[in-house]
């Protein structure tokens, strides 16, 4: 290895994009026209948009080269066994079924295993997982560690999932239990992973109770490298070979590839069960497409087959993490308090301790959110009480956590506008005390956070 310590981007930039400068007086009256919801901004009027990491990477040139290669035929494709290929070689999962993005294949595997009154177990469900668990009259609970529950507390593994309560629940109400699940990273928690031991001992007690195992698998590469910097005997690994023996704990999952499949739609289902598989084709035929394209095009299918292989190369994971943990560094260093240590795809801001003259149901997150768009264009995204708040019988709770997430895009930004970002965020930090909350005047009963409008307070 050379002497230097600086990691820099493992790529060179053959197209650009360019960012739109706007005033500070035109986007107030911009977010005021969104219902200050950032949600209903137009893109444009963003300068660094971090909202989410979800199908905003950057594509290599090797994937555009890829698309090239799309087989377009409607059963059967080349690119479809290429994908098949590639997803098998990674998971080792029987059946692979492709879907449209990840929520596809959260709604056709609930909607085909779940029955009304049962219990989903996880570290955290993700909105979209969480709702669609919902959908079908059943219940998304949460059991992340007690340390994952505390933004300020340092721990490696904060995505674990409470093995003691998974045990507890599957032997007192196991018989409304029909899978398991494990989200790596744990978005909702922080982007925060889980150790393959925690994913040995879920192994361990789904065998023991006769349950299967799936993992939301969004961010798994990410959450490869952090078992290998973080857990015992593992640093000698490749990040595949983690991510395959992660794969192999589990009977199942459910995938987003726009986040790492490095592509910017996509997703897929897979499993080893053939009954459940078989019912899932039917589905996926209802409301995706076949089998063979699930809701996507040929050149989708070879995009993401390119980028699963680009997702584990250790001069792309070493950079992603870092460059993540650079923001958390350095706006932690001005005293902002966020989620520690830093998420893979994305740090959060823990809107509810910067903001304690704000209670959590006038929204500090709105709050925060709304100030970092004013001040700087910059766009992020909340989770917290209006994205978990809103109970299915209509009652309202300010949720575990107010946080604000900035998710960083797939090799889209370069360390300046991550300097830039942290700026902004340092500023807003500064100006903590002139910000207020937040109502809603209005917003569906479910899934609120992405169309409700709200109207600052005072
Ligand atoms: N599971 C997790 C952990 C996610 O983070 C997401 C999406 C999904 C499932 C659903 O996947 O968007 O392809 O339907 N998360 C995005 C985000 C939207 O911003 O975190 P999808």
Same mark, same amino acid.
């Given at each position: 290895?050379?002497?230097?310590?600086?990691?820099?981007?493992?790529?060179?930039?053959?197209?650009?994009?360019?960012?739109?400068?706007?005033?500070?007086?035109?986007?107030?009256?911009?977010?005021?026209?969104?219902?200050?919801?950032?949600?209903?901004?137009?893109?444009?009027?963003?300068?660094?948009?971090?909202?989410?990491?979800?199908?905003?990477g950057?594509?290599?040139?090797?994937?555009?080269?890829?698309?090239?290669?799309?087989?377009?035929?409607?059963?059967?494709?080349?690119?479809?066994?290429?994908?098949?290929?590639?997803?098998?070689?990674?998971?080792?999962?029987?059946?692979?079924?492709?879907?449209?993005?990840?929520?596809? @294949?959260?709604?056709?595997?609930?909607?085909?295993?779940?029955?009304?009154?049962?219990?989903?177990?996880?570290?955290?469900?993700?909105?979209?997982?969480?709702?669609?668990?919902?959908?079908?009259?059943?219940? @998304?609970?949460?059991?992340?560690?007690?340390e994952g529950?505390?933004?300020?507390?340092?721990?490696?593994?904060?995505?674990?999932?409470?093995l003691?309560?998974?045990?507890?629940?599957?032997?007192?109400?196991?018989?409304?239990?029909?899978?398991?699940?494990?989200?790596?990273?744990?978005?909702?928690?922080?982007?925060?992973?889980?150790?393959?031991?925690?994913?040995?001992?879920?192994?361990?007690?789904?065998?023991?109770?006769?349950?299967?195992?799936?993992?939301?698998?969004?961010?798994?590469?990410?959450?490869?490298?952090?078992?290998?910097?973080?857990?015992?005997?593992?640093?000698?690994?490749?990040p595949?070979?983690?991510?395959?023996?992660?794969?192999?704990?589990?009977?199942?999952?459910?995938?987003?590839?726009?986040?790492?499949?490095?592509?910017?739609?996509?997703?897929?289902l897979?499993m080893?069960?053939?009954?459940?598989?078989?019912?899932?084709?039917?589905?996926l035929?209802?409301?995706?497409?076949?089998p063979?394209?699930?809701?996507?095009?040929?050149?989708?299918?070879?995009?993401?087959?390119?980028?699963?292989?680009?997702?584990?190369?250790?001069?792309? *994971?070493?950079?992603?993490?870092?460059?993540?943990?650079?923001?958390?560094?350095?706006?932690?260093?001005?005293?902002?308090?966020?989620?520690?240590?830093?998420?893979?795809?994305?740090?959060? *801001?823990?809107?509810?301790?910067?903001?304690?003259?704000?209670?959590?149901?006038?929204?500090?997150?709105?709050?925060?959110?709304?100030?970092?768009?004013?001040?700087?264009?910059?766009?992020?995204?909340?989770?917290?009480?209006?994205?978990?708040?809103?109970?299915?019988?209509?009652?309202? @709770?300010?949720?575990? *956590?107010?946080?604000?997430?900035?998710?960083?895009?797939?090799?889209?930004?370069?360390?300046?506008?991550?300097?830039?970002?942290?700026?902004?965020?340092?500023?807003?930090?500064?100006?903590?005390?002139?910000?207020?909350?937040?109502?809603?005047?209005?917003?569906?009963?479910?899934?609120?956070?992405?169309?409700?409008?709200?109207?600052?307070?005072?």
């Amino acid at each position: 290895m050379h002497p230097f310590h600086t990691i820099i981007e493992p790529f060179r930039i053959k197209s650009v994009e360019a960012l739109r400068f706007t005033t500070r007086d035109e986007r107030i009256a911009t977010l005021a026209r969104a219902d200050h919801n950032v949600f209903k901004l137009a893109a444009d009027a963003v300068l660094v948009d971090l909202l989410t990491d979800s199908g905003t990477g950057a594509m290599s040139s090797a994937q555009w080269g890829a698309l090239m290669q799309g087989d377009e035929s409607y059963a059967g494709s080349r690119s479809f066994f290429r994908f098949e290929s590639a997803v098998r070689d990674l998971t080792g999962f029987r059946h692979i079924i492709p879907t449209h993005q990840g929520r596809a @294949a959260e709604r056709i595997l609930f909607h085909t295993v779940l029955h009304p009154g049962d219990i989903v177990p996880n570290n955290t469900h993700f909105d979209t997982t969480r709702a669609n668990v919902e959908a079908e009259q059943a219940e @998304a609970r949460d059991l992340v560690i007690e340390e994952g529950r505390q933004p300020g507390v340092i721990h490696p593994f904060k995505g674990n999932i409470d093995l003691a309560a998974l045990e507890a629940l599957l032997e007192t109400e196991g018989d409304r239990v029909p899978l398991v699940m494990v989200t790596v990273t744990n978005n909702s928690g922080g982007g925060q992973p889980v150790s393959l031991a925690n994913l040995r001992g879920v192994r361990a007690l789904c065998d023991r109770y006769g349950k299967p195992f799936f993992l939301d698998a969004c961010r798994f590469a990410e959450n490869a490298w952090f078992i290998r910097q973080r857990e015992a005997g593992q640093a000698g690994r490749s990040p595949r070979d983690i991510a395959r023996e992660m794969f192999s704990l589990a009977d199942g999952c459910t995938m987003s590839a726009k986040k790492d499949g490095l592509a910017n739609i996509g997703g897929f289902l897979a499993m080893n069960r053939d009954a459940w598989a078989e019912a899932c084709r039917t589905l996926l035929i209802l409301t995706e497409g076949f089998p063979t394209y699930g809701g996507l095009a040929g050149y989708d299918l070879e995009a993401i087959a390119r980028g699963l292989e680009e997702v584990v190369e250790e001069s792309y *994971l070493r950079y992603r993490i870092r460059s993540t943990e650079y923001l958390a560094d350095k706006v932690r260093a001005a005293g902002v308090p966020i989620v520690q240590p830093a998420g893979g795809h994305a740090v959060y *801001l823990d809107a509810r301790a910067l903001l304690p003259h704000i209670p959590p149901l006038e929204y500090p997150g709105i709050a925060l959110l709304n100030a970092l768009y004013v001040e700087g264009g910059v766009r992020g995204v909340e989770i917290g009480t209006v994205m978990f708040g809103l109970h299915p019988d209509g009652s309202e @709770a300010a949720a575990p *956590l107010d946080l604000v997430r900035l998710a960083i895009p797939r090799r889209v930004y370069t360390q300046s506008h991550i300097d830039y970002v942290a700026e902004v965020v340092i500023h807003v930090a500064g100006m903590r005390g002139q910000l207020r909350g937040y109502r809603i005047t209005s917003a569906p009963r479910v899934l609120r956070h992405f169309t409700a409008s709200f109207e600052p307070l005072g």
